[in-house]
């Protein structure tokens, strides 16, 4: 390799290894991400397609701010990053593990200079007396000391949690374990939607990329609910269901209950109440204003069907009882909505009860038709999504061993203590990886103790 | 006694604190500061109360949820959280004067709260029934909470920094002379991030592990959870700010004013402005 090679690669490597390249990435993926939260992701609404212009769509797909998460900027931001952070990492781990593994035991005059917390007993004990009587202070204190001979002086060394010095790596670790783990339920996993009937069972779901999903056992609802609170405000939406192996119920997911905030999990695959709706049909009379021509009219689910006068209506909402929502009414209501010949749209409620109601909305609004409301064939169905991802447990690995590690790097620290004892004096010196204030105070308590335990023995 | 009686007191006693802060920053005696920070915990005392009180009341109209449900009640708990973490800051390191910048949030939060939101207990919808709820809104709060009271201290910092730079001689005097040192702010402004990074760690952890159990993934890209990974990302570059040359001192304190305004906005902006999964908190 050449030299101009070597220095190539070597600033490579410093570029990699240096923290201005984090502060770059971390901020600038703060910035970036903002795009993603303005602009609708996925296959935005129809309003907002509408709402700007040709060219911006364009400009936009080309960059693609339609899922930016997914781009190839925001994945290659994140890749330098795991890069920066691996790097990183290499290049101190060794500086660090040597800090940890090979003490430096003796209190050199450099190393005191270098300390911010020294303090100097003097002491006119026989010097061996004095290195036993220290080590056992400090063992009794602090931590058991090591001690060691040079240069015709004794040195003690001891120190207190070398470990938490890891502590960081294990934080930046646990970043690399969550991308793993996301990575594995991208690659592996799926994300997809299943409606099924009262009373049926279904064996394939649909993903979210439209593809049709064997589920390799089949599962039936058994009947779906809604529950209201007085207001009328929806308390709990819950689905009776039973898993099927070769079309036998499974004994412990038989009338299984999901709702909302409870899901089912078979077999790694998870089933989560979403939405629901009515399939069952919708029964209607139209007539002229003058209640002449009365057509019955049958709506199946949520489908549209014309009228006799060109407008086209479909049900939006329908209830047995009205009087949940309004206290003076009674019996069925459906809320319609109404698309008129003219391109007009209006939402309103029919009753079953109440046709002089039904009546005069027609009335109010003109010509007519007049809709009564005859009741609902219920047959409901419940709307479920479906997700399987074998990483969600890797992601949560590298979540504990974050919190763990941030605890660690922020709240606990590596202390260590010298003894210097040479020519009549105790030379003590002091430092911590982290939280200096606290450790000056703990360290000023221990001279003093220190102190008085090496004066008061002279007194007898 | 009332729960809303009682916020109606803590308002008040916020207020009052706030003003006697002003007054002590200005006057400089002692017991001005004294009297400042025990009508604060005065407050602190009657909110909790009041918090536990609300919490009773749902139990008695028989809808019983803990009092985190809505944006007035997350206004409120937001407020309380901010006394709580400068109490703690006060008991620990005694620099009282912060006061005068961390409890004009206080009393920003309660005065908007019991002025401008609707104060109504109303039964939870079923997304919210779940006791993750309780952990990710608490964990998040008390973060958010440390980010207020270091982003009053980064500009306690921007205040004193170019002080001392344009003036050297009058240094000790007037309302300066009151403030910590920089360095000082500087190492409380990190002991604060240090008590807030962890807990909005959690507080995501927390939100994930939700909308994993409720919905079956734990991140979609929804404007809420991306806004508090922007959060997430400035506080982490500021931790790595201070081992970086040229990234410390003013620098570190403006990333901290920027990290609280995106807070902010990750709290309330994001149901102002934007649209997402998160409905929570935009209820008015
Ligand atoms: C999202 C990504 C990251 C997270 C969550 C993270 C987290 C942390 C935390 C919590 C600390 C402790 C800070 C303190 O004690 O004040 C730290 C320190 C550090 N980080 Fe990161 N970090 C990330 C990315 C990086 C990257 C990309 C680098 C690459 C250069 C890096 C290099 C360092 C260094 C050198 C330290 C100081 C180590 C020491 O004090 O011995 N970090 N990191």
Redesign the interface.
Known sequence: MTTQQKDFLHSLWDFFCS??L??FL??S??VI??I???I??GTPPEEYLASISLAKIKLYKALGFFDM?HSWWFILLLYLLTVNLVACSFKRLPHIWKIITEPVKVLSGALEQSLSNVATIRSSDDPAVLKEKVAAFLKADFAEPEVVEADGAWHLFAQKAPWCRLSVYFVHLSVIIIFIG?LIGSLFGY?GFVNILEGESVSKIESRSGKQLDLGFALRLEKFSVAH?A?G?????KSILTVLENGKPVPDYTNARV???D?LTYKGI?F?Q?SYGNAGNYFFTVSDLDGKNPVSLTVEGKASVNLPDGSSMHVLEATRDVSEFAKDLSGPAAQVELHTPDGKAESFVVYANHPELNLQHAKEHGKGPVLHYKGAEERMYTGL???K?PG?EI??LG?LL??VG??IA??MSHRRIWVRIQHGAVTVGGNASKNQ?AFQQSFEGLVARLTTDLTKEKQP | MTSSLLFNITTFAYLISMLLFFVFLAGRAKVLGTAAIAVAYGGLLAQTVAIGLRWKESYDMGVGHAPLSNLYESVVFFSWTIVLIYALLDIKYKYRVIGAFVMPFALLGMAWAQLGLNTGIEPLVPALQSNWLLYHVITCFLGYAAFAVACGISIMYLIKANHDESDHKSGEAGIMGMFPPIKVLDDLNYRAIMVGFPLLTLGIITGAAWANYAWGTYWSWDPKETWSLIVWFVYAAFLHARITKGWVGRRAAWLSIVGFAATIFCYLGVNLFLSGLHSYGGGK
């Open positions: 923290l201005k984090t502060m971390l901020i993926l703060a991400s903002i993603g939260t303005v609708p992701q998460y996301a994300k609170y207001s405000a929806p308390k709990e939406f709702i909302v905030n899901p998870t989560y979403s999504q479906v997700a991802d969600v992601v949560w979540c974050m919190v941030i605890y922020f709240f204030g």
